[in-house]
């Protein structure tokens, strides 16, 4: 990783996750932080071994499972599920429920910043991760942010990790990328050129470079 310049990043589930306590309100159950914690992985899980068997799907796709499998381990009766998804819907389109910094990404952040690395971030988003980066403090650490409904295409298509390599000045072969899905982050950006590495316990059926979290990434890179 010597030859390495940037590090960019996938924001939800990266450096971003869910804000479990207004998922909870929303569908009416209590919020518990280790048990939502739980949900929240498993609900990922299946999101993942969904994008297995639909490798082309989009994010809008995947978002109804992801809800359906979390809302489920989190207890709510199947009678109940649908009206309650539908409320989590509805407050996701109120503001992006994708909206709490993970403990460590500022700091972690900072220090790769100060080591010298360009940084930025490649989201599949909805048009608010800008928005959502400068609410958590991140945005001011970022050199670059490449959210999919303004460049127009989503990962794991190569093309959207170019559209940030491009602006950054740099080869693909100069960045590193950072995700949690191995299917759309780190395909997706070694089919653009860069090489990849896998964050928290994602399913992958290949020796990866894999961090648990974000300190972790930064006590790998030099």
């Not at 809008?60 to 709510?76: I, M, Y």
């Not at 490649?122 to 409904?149: K, M, P, W, Y």
């Not at 191995?182 to 316990?201: K, N, S, T």
């Not at 399913?203 to 974000?214: F, G, M």
Request: hydrophobic share 45%; with cysteine.
């Amino acid at each position: 990783m010597s030859s390495i310049r940037a590090v960019l990043f996938d924001a939800g589930g990266t450096l971003i996750h869910v804000d479990g306590a207004r998922v909870c309100a929303a569908a009416g159950t209590a919020w518990e932080e280790r048990a939502f914690e739980s949900a929240e992985n498993r609900a990922v899980s299946a999101v993942q071994k969904w994008v297995r068997a639909h490798p082309r799907s989009t994010d809008a796709e995947r978002l109804p499972l992801f809800l359906e499998t979390l809302l489920g381990e989190l207890g709510v009766s199947p009678e109940l599920r649908a009206e309650a998804g539908r409320a989590v819907a509805a407050e996701h389109r109120r503001s992006n429920l994708w909206s709490r910094a993970y403990s460590d990404a500022a700091a972690s952040l900072e220090t790769l910043r100060a080591r010298g690395y360009r940084l930025g971030v490649i989201s599949n988003a909805d048009g608010r991760v800008r928005r959502l980066l400068e609410e958590t403090n991140l945005s001011g650490h970022l050199d670059v942010v490449v959210d999919s409904s303004e460049a127009g295409v989503e990962k794991p298509d190569p093309r959207i990790f170019r559209v940030a390599t491009d602006a950054l000045g740099l080869e693909p072969m100069q960045c590193v990328y950072v995700g949690d899905i191995y299917e759309i982050d780190v395909l997706g950006a070694r089919a653009a050129g860069l090489d990849a590495i896998l964050i928290g316990p994602g399913h992958a059926p290949e020796d990866v470079t894999r961090v648990a979290n974000l300190t972790e990434l930064v006590e790998l890179l030099p």
